[in-house]
């Protein structure tokens, strides 16, 4: 056994190291993308492989407008995290709320596209690989989605009640970096399923 | 005068009452009692997994033996496979890195207790929640009760029409939810490591141990998650008329086959990188020199990080895939052995020209070389497809893993229990004791497992509850079962000196093995903040370039 | 090391021009020779001293007795593989006991630190290209392995079988031939020179299973919705031992496999009996009507009556096989008895249900199966 004296040299000046809000989030995206990347693969598997039921050509219509709301979402809230950086609490909370406007209009357009295919195409989880993998995979998305937005619902709220100001910009650029990665995994999910599936 | 004396504030030492004590435990964000919660979890399983195994084996010392039915046997398998992957090795090894990464990199805490917090209840509810199929589930043919579809539940065996009722979703639940706590902690270690060393260390002079655990952290972010994609799938498939594994919709049950295992094998590499860990920072200390190619050492962990994402169907050369992805899967499968193997080089050149000291940590941590030399060397035989067309799913293979988790990963584990208990306790583990349940594990465990390998290579499928008198594998299954209950009285003195020692051990203080990094420069226990000023360093070895200052590891490095 | 292609090849036979089917031989060395004697001594050994007849009639299971080509060259290149990895074991394991034995710390150091050596690039880079060497030569045999077994294409002289696996039991059907039967796979004997393999497509009725039959060849799996291909060409006679090696369910332990490997006549005689319809014997019909009105014919077919349930093994002949419920019990009078009064006193778990028939209607039952040879 040996003693050793805790008297370390001076702390050095200038250590700077990684925000930890920012590398958790990047780690939850990786994470994130591991789950999206299986449910895409499936649903790549399984196209052409339904035995029965609506294909994707026949069934699916573009969403464009929808896609257009959510990844201008992503300007949004880039535009909301510089205004409180700089101390624009005003601009912020408005750019703030668009997003949300946007976002709840994504996943309007989301619930329209579904009520259309359950009760006009008879399209169902059930129904075929086309409609399992379908629901899945979009379903999956929308479900961060509402995530994100229960999250910038809650920053809306407590902007509201003036508690968001420039001292949290660390942490709202944390919840923006989710939001970005949202909309590029609804990049990703459109090309597989609007474009390359049909 | 009145009796009543005045108390001073802060000279009675009160004892806590225990639903204090209780409630401090359960309501904790330190990372060493967290760690300390996972250890002790890990531990109650090992316990309840060993005893599935024993039933195991006792079933399987005769021929046509009926001890249990054949359902309880495929229950008990399924059980042992899960408990031990999901409800032992994991938790206790996040316990040892919670433990000791903070330590060991100079900070207070992990980068967010109260998320370590919650990582750790759900994984222990994910266990809790797998046990009490034992009362709630039914399975098979509403037979009852704990899932017996095995550890990967193969389509389309998991699916609704062969395994109705809820066993089947205790398992899927169970693994969902502690899967979601193993990324809370993983994204934990890696924000810890990343922004909480303290000045000084630069990630290339952090202890191989912290290494290590970032690389083994980053893994679980890119494996566990297939498979929790795989349990959605599985659970919509059973609940929402899903089609993903339904083979009779078009579904695919070697797609199912392939998710697992795309978690499947990088998962036990996720198991044996902190055994890796804990060796690097063993047997250095126990052969009074520097680890040999800390470099090396890094980049070949790296180096199997990424390999061990290319191997996973190893494990389907059986399934019927074409010649040339057989031997994509050959060639992946023998590549990850290089870097593996010269990790064995490195430890090796440790301890040559060094000078052994044979405590109990250092004797299982020699115990490990040799075994995981030899788990490793089956685990090349069988990179080869054909061979392993006549080896897969029979003993040789549960020979060869349970050489790799149990011959090295729990050896690891012992030797690391050894030489950190002293830290998380203040009193030192008994080295009779030790040496004790050292040899008897060592005799148990080469008993059966490398008798074990022989049946396989005489026809013995795994997961058979009986087998046919005639074949060759009686005795051989005899010795096998007689080894088991060796290694069991060993656990057994094993958590006695665990229990004994922390009452009337000796003291450790803060040093006992006069080691080097930063987790030995305070009290044992160390205090709830860890350091009273953030220490700063200047090499890989801080403390001893503090008890060496006329020749510091900074002047070489 | 390199492996032999020309000259060493085990040729199968050339029969009008098509391509024979060649596994190449590894290169004999002494090495492999003594290691293949150590094996199987060894193994010999083992079963001796585990008190276990091993070649007995029938056969083992021992992968190291094979007695097909694919399983032949499945033990060549194990051996390979096992001289190897064995020299890397042996070098490893003295360099391991030497440093343990040899830098041992003695009371004499108290205190004094060894030499602190921190690595050496020239080693670290010895031990790694000599393990990238080791890999190369592995895997350059592995492939050949690999692709001539898998890819080894189908001469016209082979028996097709169609095995289709069950919870907990073997179809086997041969298509050009028209027979179905269960659990005993029939094949003839092949010769080296006029080569008469048989094909086996793999697929599944429920969950997954695995072909097994060790000293045949490697196993493969039968999967629902992904058929799978394997072929034998077993070059000695007698029957040989397997079982499902993929759990699938409860009964996966009793699902045997037994191959009756056929001398040429043997083989054609067996067949000739196979393809006849059921044998009607007239002291049975009370037994058959007993069959035919307890719903056993939902599940069995016996060719020749109205019986034609596919659930179940089908039981044309019954009595041609040694064997009922896949290998779990002989195939005596009280065997098959007890398997249809209870068939969960032989094989909890099996799906066959219990038909709770009287005592005289179980009697006559048996008798009636008694008769289908």
Same mark, same amino acid.
């Given at each position: 056994?040996?003693?050793?004296?805790?008297?370390?040299?001076?702390?050095?000046?200038?250590?700077?190291?990684?925000?930890?809000?920012?590398?958790?989030?990047?780690?939850? +995206? +990786?994470?994130?993308?591991?789950?999206?990347?299986?449910?895409?693969?499936?649903?790549?598997?399984?196209?052409?492989?339904?035995?029965?039921?609506?294909?994707?050509?026949?069934?699916?219509?573009?969403?464009?407008?929808?896609? +257009?709301?959510?990844?201008?979402?992503?300007?949004?809230?880039?535009?909301?995290?510089?205004?409180?950086?700089?101390?624009?609490?005003?601009?912020?909370?408005?750019?703030?709320?668009?997003? +949300?406007?946007?976002?709840?209009?994504?996943?309007?357009?989301?619930?329209?596209?579904?009520?259309?295919?359950?009760?006009?195409?008879?399209?169902?989880?059930?129904?075929n690989l086309f409609g399992t993998t379908y629901y899945s995979l979009v379903g999956l998305h929308g479900f961060h989605v509402t995530a994100g937005l229960v999250m910038l619902l809650t920053v809306a709220v407590l902007g509201l009640c003036g508690r968001i100001g420039i001292k949290q910009s660390g942490h709202i650029e944390v919840l923006s970096m989710y939001w970005h990665f949202v909309d590029a995994v609804w990049v990703v999910v459109f090309t597989v399923v609007y474009v390359l599936g049909r | 005068m009145s009796s009543n004396a005045i108390t001073i504030p802060g000279t009675q030492i009160q004892a806590r009452p225990w639903v204090d004590e209780l409630h401090q435990w359960v309501t904790t964000v330190d990372h060493k009692r967290l760690g300390i919660l996972y250890i002790l979890s890990a531990l109650l399983f090992l316990v309840i997994g060993g005893v599935e195994a024993l039933v195991m084996r006792i079933q399987l010392m005769h021929a046509q033996n009926n001890f249990v039915s054949p359902q309880v046997f495929n229950r008990m398998f399924t059980m042992h496979g899960t408990t031990m992957i999901f409800f032992v090795a994991m @938790?206790?090894?996040?316990?040892?890195? *919670?433990?000791?990464?903070?330590?060991?990199?100079?900070?207070?805490?992990?980068?967010?207790?109260?998320?370590?917090?919650?990582?750790?209840?759900?994984?222990?509810?994910?266990?809790?929640?797998?046990?009490?199929?034992?009362?709630?589930?039914?399975?098979?043919?509403?037979?009852? *009760?704990? @899932?017996?579809?095995?550890?990967?539940?193969?389509? @389309?065996?998991? =699916?609704?029409?062969?395994?109705?009722?809820?066993?089947?979703?205790?398992?899927?639940?169970?693994?969902?939810?502690?899967?979601?706590?193993?990324?809370?902690?993983?994204?934990?270690?890696?924000?810890?490591?990343?922004?909480?060393?303290?000045?000084?260390?630069?990630?290339?002079?952090?202890?191989?141990?912290?290494?290590? *655990?970032?690389?083994? =952290?980053?893994?679980?972010?890119?494996?566990?998650?297939?498979?929790?994609?795989?349990?959605?799938?599985?659970l919509i498939d059973r609940y929402l008329g899903g089609h993903f594994f339904d083979t009779q919709a078009g579904g695919s049950a070697v797609l199912w086959m392939h998710f697992f295992w795309i978690f499947g094998h990088p998962e036990v590499y996720i198991l044996i990188i902190p055994s890796f860990a804990f060796m690097s920072e063993i047997i250095p200390v126990f052969s009074r020199k520097p680890i040999f190619g800390y470099p090396v050492m890094v980049g070949a962990t790296v180096c199997i990080a990424f390999v061990s994402m290319s191997v996973w169907a190893h494990h389907m050369f059986t399934i019927g895939m074409n010649s040339y992805a057989n031997s994509f899967f050959a060639i992946t499968t023998m590549a990850v052995g290089v870097p593996t193997g010269i990790k064995i080089f490195n430890w090796i050149g440790t301890m040559w020209g060094g000078r052994i000291q044979f405590k109990t940590p250092m004797l299982f941590s020699i115990a490990f070389l040799f075994q995981f030399l030899v788990a490793g060397l089956t685990g090349i035989i069988q990179s080869s497809a054909p061979v392993d067309w006549q080896l897969s799913l029979s003993y040789f293979v549960v020979a060869h893993f349970h050489y790799v988790i149990v011959g090295g990963i729990l050896f690891a584990l012992f030797a690391a229990f050894y030489y950190w208990y002293p830290k998380m306790t203040g009193r030192m583990l008994s080295e009779r004791l030790g040496k004790w349940h050292f040899w008897l594990f060592l005799i148990g465990f080469h008993l059966t497992f490398d008798v074990m390998h022989i049946p396989g290579v005489l026809g013995m499928p795994r997961r058979i509850y009986t087998y046919e008198p005639g074949r060759g594998w009686d005795t051989l299954n005899l010795i096998i079962s007689i080894g088991a209950f060796i290694q069991a009285i060993a656990i057994l003195v094993f958590v006695a000196n665990l229990v004994i020692s922390y009452f009337k051990g000796a003291r450790a203080g803060n040093d006992p093995w006069d080691a080097w990094t930063l987790e030995w420069s305070i009290s044992s226990p160390p205090p709830a903040y860890n350091f009273a000023t953030v220490p700063t360093v200047a090499s890989r070895r801080p403390l001893w370039d503090l008890k060496h200052p006329e020749d510091p590891d900074s002047r070489y490095e | 090391m390199k492996i032999a292609e020309t000259g060493d090849s085990t040729h199968l036979g050339v029969e009008n021009g098509r391509r024979e089917m060649s596994v190449p031989k590894m290169e004999s060395s002494t090495v492999r020779f003594l290691a293949q004697t150590i094996l199987f001594l060894f193994w010999s050994a083992m079963a001796v001293w585990a008190g276990e007849p091993t070649r007995t009639s029938p056969h083992g299971t021992n992968i190291f007795a094979p007695a097909s080509t694919p399983a032949k060259s499945i033990a060549d290149l194990s051996v390979f593989v096992l001289v190897i990895t064995g020299i890397i074991f042996v070098v490893v394991f003295a360099l391991l006991v030497y440093s343990v034995v040899k830098f041992r710390g003695r009371a004499t150091d108290a205190g004094r630190e060894p030499a602190q050596v921190y690595g050496s690039t020239q080693i670290e880079l010895a031990w790694t290209i000599i393990p990238i060497l080791i890999v190369v030569v592995l895997f350059l045999a592995t492939a050949r392995v690999i692709h001539a077994i898998q890819d080894a294409p189908e001469p016209t002289g082979s028996v097709q079988v169609t095995a289709i696996g069950h919870q907990y039991w073997w179809e086997f059907r041969y298509p050009k031939l028209g027979i179905v039967t269960a659990n005993e796979l029939h094949i003839p004997v092949s010769d080296l020179s006029h080569p008469t393999p048989t094909f086996l497509e793999l697929l599944s009725a429920d969950t997954d299973h695995s072909f097994w039959v060790p000293e045949l060849g490697g196993k493969t799996d039968l999967i629902p919705n992904h058929p799978n291909r394997m072929w034998m060409d077993p070059q000695r006679t007698g029957v040989f031992l397997g079982q499902c090696a993929q759990y699938c369910g409860t009964q996966h332990a009793n699902m045997l496999l037994r191959v009756s490997v056929d001398g040429p006549e043997e083989f054609a005689s067996w067949v000739r009996a196979q393809q006849a319809p059921a044998i009607e014997d007239a002291g049975a019909i009370a037994g058959r009507r007993v069959f035919e009105s307890n719903a056993c014919m939902n599940c069995h077919a016996v060719d020749g009556t109205p019986a034609d349930g596919r659930f179940g093994p089908d039981l044309t002949h019954l009595m041609s096989r040694a064997t009922i419920a896949a290998g779990a019990a002989k195939n005596t009078h009280n065997n098959l008895r007890l398997w249809i009064q209870d068939p969960s006193a032989i094989k909890p778990g099996a799906l066959m249900p219990a038909m709770k028939l009287s005592d005289a209607d179980l009697d006559s039952v048996v008798s009636y199966m008694e008769t289908l040879r």
């Open positions: 056994m040996s003693a050793v004296t805790t008297s370390f040299p001076n702390t050095a000046a200038g250590w700077q190291l990684p925000s930890r809000g920012k590398v958790a989030m990047a780690g939850l +995206i +990786i994470a994130e993308s591991a789950i999206f990347t299986i449910f895409v693969v499936a649903y790549l598997f399984y196209l052409g492989k339904s035995i029965t039921g609506p294909t994707p050509g026949e069934v699916l219509e573009t969403p464009i407008f929808y896609t +257009i709301c959510l990844l201008s979402s992503s300007l949004t809230i880039h535009m909301a995290a510089k205004c409180l950086a700089r101390g624009i609490g005003f601009a912020f909370l408005g750019f703030w709320l668009l997003t +949300i406007a946007l976002g709840g209009l994504f996943l309007y357009g989301t619930a329209e596209e579904w009520h259309r295919l359950i009760y006009e195409h008879g399209l169902t989880i059930s129904t | @938790p206790v090894l996040f316990g040892f890195a *919670n433990y000791l990464v903070p330590l060991m990199i100079g900070a207070r805490d992990m980068a967010f207790p109260r998320l370590n917090a919650f990582s750790f209840w759900l994984s222990f509810l994910g266990g809790l929640l797998l046990y009490f199929s034992f009362v709630g589930g039914s399975g098979l043919y509403g037979a009852g *009760n704990a @899932p017996d579809v095995g550890w990967w539940s193969y389509a @389309p065996l998991g =699916a609704r029409a062969f395994s109705p009722g809820h066993s089947s979703d205790y398992w899927t639940l169970a693994l969902l939810v502690s899967g979601f706590g193993s990324i809370g902690t993983a994204i934990n270690i890696i924000a810890t490591v990343l922004c909480l060393r303290c000045p000084g260390m630069k990630i290339s002079r952090m202890p191989l141990l912290v290494w290590l *655990n970032l690389v083994m =952290a980053g893994m679980v972010l890119i494996a566990v998650t297939p498979l929790s994609a795989a349990q959605i799938m599985l | -």
